[in-house]
T-cell receptor, first 113, second 113 residues
């Protein structure tokens, strides 16, 4: 079966702009989680969506938001980009979630200049 | 503040050796501990541990959790060059009814032929 896909794979934005990243989970998976990975902070949990509702949330400011559609696809939005938002953004899906037997996508590399 | 610490941060061994990776944690409301393997970008789920003393095993990999001493180990026997990766430990915690993952820094394992 097809894996988790993320688009775009690479993105360059300017400070102050906003960005939307997309994640398509494995067919049948209803839980989608988002993560940020940086060399300094490592891997950090952003939030998890299940059946179109945000079910769990990490410690990120309100500039980071997301949503999930009825087909389980999810988007993550970052507003008012800061240089420190440059990171690899990973999404992961699981059948019921949030964390058991997650399958990760290849990530979106965001660079903020 | 919830904390997960992995050791060593880096390890270089020869093919065929056995390695033990460590993960200790200090968290307020523990639910489970997870291990992941990250080779390039997308982490791969390895194990989820919830009970002390019960070994989880998959091929040459095994892991065990000690909830009294607050640590877990990941063992890899008869290592192969394909085991070279960053191994991540994460602890699932429950805060105000919401689940979140707290990650360790990772152990970079290099297997030399």
């Amino acid at each position: 079966k097809a894996g988790v896909t993320q688009t775009p794979r690479y993105l360059i934005k300017t400070r102050g702009q906003q960005v939307t990243l997309s994640c398509s989970p494995i067919s049948g998976h209803r839980s989608v989680s988002w993560y940020q990975q940086t060399p300094g902070q490592g891997l950090q949990f952003l939030f998890e969506y299940f059946s179109e509702t945000q079910r769990n949330k990490g410690n990120f400011p309100g500039r980071f938001s997301g949503r999930q559609f009825s087909n389980s696809r999810s988007e993550m939005n970052v507003s008012t980009l800061e240089l420190g938002d440059s990171a690899l953004y990973l999404c992961a899906s699981s059948l019921t979630g949030p964390f058991y037997e997650q399958y990760f996508g290849p990530g979106t590399r965001l660079t903020v200049t | 503040e919830d904390k997960v610490v992995q050791s060593p941060l880096s390890l270089v061994v020869h093919e065929g050796d056995t390695v033990t990776l460590n993960c200790s944690y200090e968290v307020t409301n523990f639910r489970s501990l997870l291990w992941y393997k990250q080779e390039k970008k997308a982490p791969t789920f390895l194990f989820m541990l919830t009970s002390s003393g019960i070994e989880k095993k998959s091929g040459r990999l095994s892991s065990i959790l000690d909830k009294k001493e607050l640590f877990s180990i990941l063992n890899i026997t008869a290592t192969q060059t394909g085991d070279s990766a960053v191994y991540l430990c994460a602890v699932e915690v429950l805060i105000q009814g919401a689940q979140k993952l707290v990650f360790g820094q990772g152990t970079r394992l290099t297997i030399n032929p």
